[in-house]
């Protein structure tokens, strides 16, 4: 099983995973062969993409990473919670606290586990999923830095949590680059902090820990971040590590700047590791977060394409790849599976967007 965007589509694909729209509804079930006409369709319903299983995806499977279960697990159920939220229901906000330990019991059973970003994402599930993404990969570095249980529960319910004062933004902003946009819709945006933390601060069952994500999770260590310019240690170290995994994964999936690829976006964490982001973190963060997930297509230094089959815990910018296109670029008489952790002089030389 593979994920692929509706413009890869070459017709006579069979769906590997029901389609489903914001209400519940399906849309597609798994086994449907998927027809180019359905193209169209699907994409005014805000689909983008589709899982899928063909040639190319044998030997894959999306649904063993973390990421798949942890979003098939909690992405309904955080979506139902900051919605009733959203009408003013505050006394169930405080369910969400079940789906962080839920998220922590996971990681727990997998606790060197790399994440896998698919770098994928339907418009429509864009708000919950981000929440999702940051409070597990928070949840793995929280883990890695060796913190207390405590306050590692602290972490997860405020990632879970930190742009919650997104529900106040009337502003349509799905499809704002903050680098690009007018100075009050900058403005606008920016003022989430401020409207979410005024939102949880006196609520009693929330730990401190939680709401300083809230408000300082766009503080940076040189001063340049907001609301307050806070420097170095000035910040929290709850705050710095939700820091580094919001800002990951909004440049992976274009969420208010411009959209990187995965190893791109590591490397650009990785140049601002002592600058922007606290060094501690950033090591942690680039032991546990695959450069090149499951089911990308790469290209490799001799020429070759392959499909990456599964990681290397020890070693996330090496996975195990399967050669789909030789360097003649044709496809392989026999499966041949390469393992860059044994295979020194094979580098990967990028990726294909598939």
Known sequence: MRIISLDSIRGNERLAKDIINQNETVLMTAGTVVRKEYINRLRDLDIEYIYVEDEIGKGINLADSLEFQIKEQCQKAVQ??????????????????LVADEI????????????NLSSIRNK?????????NVCALSVILAFRLKLQKKRIREIAIGALLHDIGFTYISLDYQNIDLDNCLDKERK??????????SAIEKMDWLAPVSKDIVISHHERLDGSGYPFHLKENKIKIGSKIVAVCDEFDSIVYGNLMKKMKVHDAIDYIVSQAGVKFEL????????????YPTGALVTTNEEEIGIVLRQNPKCPTR????????KEGKKPEEWVEKDLTKKLTLFITGTIID
Request: cysteine-free.
């Open 124 to 132: 429509s599930e864009s708000t919950y999923a981000h929440s999702l």
């Open 80 to 97: 139902n919670i900051l919605q009733k939220y959203s009408y003013h229901n505050n006394s169930e906000l405080e369910e969400i606290t």
């Open 319 to 326: 996975p195990v790849i399967r050669i789909i296109r030789n």
């Open 188 to 197: 606008e945006i920016k003022k989430h902090i401020i409207y979410g933390y």
């Open 104 to 115: 922590i019991y996971d990681i727990m059973q997998e606790p060197e586990v790399i994440y």
């Open 280 to 291: 501690s973190v950033v090591k942690a963060f680039v032991a546990s977060v695959a450069a």
